[in-house]
């Protein structure tokens, strides 16, 4: 990274992040006295991660310091998460992507839309202004969230998640399904909240950070609709029953977690989308 930071600098950022300096202000003093910009974001988004499981623990919350991440030890080509083997398709060490086959039954996708298409509305953003969310133009589908343990069929397969993660069901947000309909993408984007964000820190004191997501593809678009990862070029195809994983570990483009739903472009593409935090998500 070429330049740590001193346990000097480290101090002032939090004593900075403790009087609700916020973090575009920080970075920019971190700028005026010599850091390069990239490495300043990095050990700003690491401290500001330290920092606040420092905190979490203090206020008696129970933060991990691992990430979700499967048993992969010994290259299984099949992983048995609790009810299901899950097929192991593909691996990437950074960004950390796991692709997984059969993680869902198709009757299992089927049912997830069968139980989400009513609900539906145009998505949205998690609260981008104070008063609440707004309507998001870089997401052009619908969505719509289930309460954790809504349903049997979201109670076995978030059971199912934690199992092959490694990551309390308690540490998760509720499912999110998406239908992109012909033409809709979800441009490119990090899924942690943004440590420069003003709201962020309120948004925080209900499980921190997210920490990885798992998107499930619940049917398969006759073409487009793929995941893509720009910083490493690569694409996901979305195919029924499949999912993706990915974890960062840090607030950070350095975790190269950027990633997009690409344009549909025949046919709709339905996704359900899990997203993991570093604490008890109540
Ligand atoms: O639809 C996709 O392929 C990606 C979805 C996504 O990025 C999300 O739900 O956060
Ligand atoms: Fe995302």
């Given at each position: 990274m070429g330049q740590a930071a001193s346990p000097e600098l480290c101090r002032w950022i939090?004593?900075?992040?403790?009087?609700?300096?916020?973090?575009?202000k920080i970075l920019a003093a971190m700028v005026?006295?010599?850091?390069?910009?990239?490495?300043?974001?990095?050990?700003?988004?690491?401290?500001f991660q330290s920092h606040q499981k420092d905190e979490a623990r203090r206020a008696g919350k129970a933060f991990t310091d691992s990430l979700p991440e499967p048993d992969l030890a010994g290259q299984p080509s099949v992983i048995r998460a609790?009810?299901?083997?899950v097929k192991v398709l593909m691996t990437l060490a950074h960004p950390r992507v796991v692709l997984f086959g059969d993680l869902l039954s198709h009757e299992e996708c089927d049912a997830l839309i069968a139980q989400s298409?009513?609900?539906?509305?145009?998505?949205?953003?998690?609260?981008?202004?104070?008063?609440?969310?707004?309507?998001?133009t870089a997401r052009t589908s619908d969505g719509m969230f289930f309460e954790r343990?809504?349903?049997?069929?979201?109670?076995?397969?978030?059971?199912?998640?934690?199992a092959l993660l490694h990551w309390p069901v308690e540490n998760g947000e509720g499912l999110q399904v998406l239908r992109y309909q012909p033409g809709a993408e979800y441009l490119p984007h990090y899924d942690y909240?943004?440590?420069?964000?003003?709201?962020?820190?309120?948004?925080?004191?209900?499980?921190?950070?997210?920490?990885?997501?798992?998107v499930m593809y619940l049917n398969t678009p006759r073409r487009g609709g793929g995941t893509i990862f720009p910083d490493s070029r690569l694409e996901i195809a979305p195919v029924k029953g499949n999912a993706v994983f990915f974890s960062y570990g840090q607030?950070?483009?350095?975790?190269?977690?950027l990633h997009a739903g690409a344009p549909v472009l025949e046919g709709e593409k339905w996704v359900a989308t899990k997203w993991l935090r570093q604490g008890l998500f109540e």
């Open positions: 939090i004593e900075q992040i403790r009087a609700g300096v916020s973090g575009d005026q006295s010599g850091w390069d910009e990239k490495v300043a974001r990095t050990a700003f988004a690491q401290i609790l009810d299901r083997d298409r009513d609900r539906l509305s145009r998505s949205e953003t998690v609260a981008v202004k104070v008063d609440g969310s707004e309507v998001n343990g809504e349903s049997e069929l979201c109670a076995r397969i978030e059971a199912r998640l934690a909240f943004d440590p420069y964000h003003a709201s962020t820190p309120s948004i925080l004191q209900r499980g921190g950070q997210r920490v990885g997501t798992v607030p950070d483009p350095s975790t190269l977690s």
